[in-house]
């Protein structure tokens, strides 16, 4: 199998939610996942292809019949795709924080470079009184 093992279980509920209304087909089912770069060659991909799906559709119980996805199953696809999206958003937060931190960190040492600039340049300040008042 070219794909991960567990991704399969994810192709196959997407591909059952994407036929919600028709069913799913056993062999469309192994086509679809074969077009999608999943072999399934040797006997143990095929035992599990076959556990998956039955796992994940139910179907009316004669052959040719086509099933239909399960409630449980469509609800472990939303919280996959809830996780790896929260996950995706960690990931940009923590970029956004990692910026603001050398941006705050930047404008610090901005801050005490103008400071010293100051302290070893110092300027002398001529304030001019006005003693005429306007009345």
Do not use: C, W
Not at 14 to 43: C, M, N, P, T, W
Not at 55 to 83: A, P, R
Request: hydrophobic residues 40%.
């Amino acid at each position: 199998m070219n794909k991960k093992d567990e991704d399969l279980y994810i192709a196959l509920i997407r591909y059952g939610r994407d036929h919600l209304k028709e069913g799913v087909d056993r062999d469309q089912a192994k086509q679809y996942l074969i077009e999608k770069g999943y072999s399934f060659d040797d006997g143990d991909r095929q035992f599990l292809f076959t556990r998956l799906f039955n796992d994940t559709f139910v179907s009316q119980g004669f052959i040719g019949s086509k099933g239909f996805l399960l409630l449980s199953s469509y609800f472990n696809l939303l919280e996959y795709e809830e996780l790896n999206e929260a996950r995706q958003q960690a990931k940009d937060a923590k970029k956004m924080a990692i910026i603001a931190i050398f941006i705050s960190a930047f404008l610090a040492l901005a801050s005490i470079g103008f400071s010293y600039y100051q302290v070893t340049h110092p300027q002398d300040v001529i304030i001019k009184n006005k003693t005429e008042r306007k009345q």
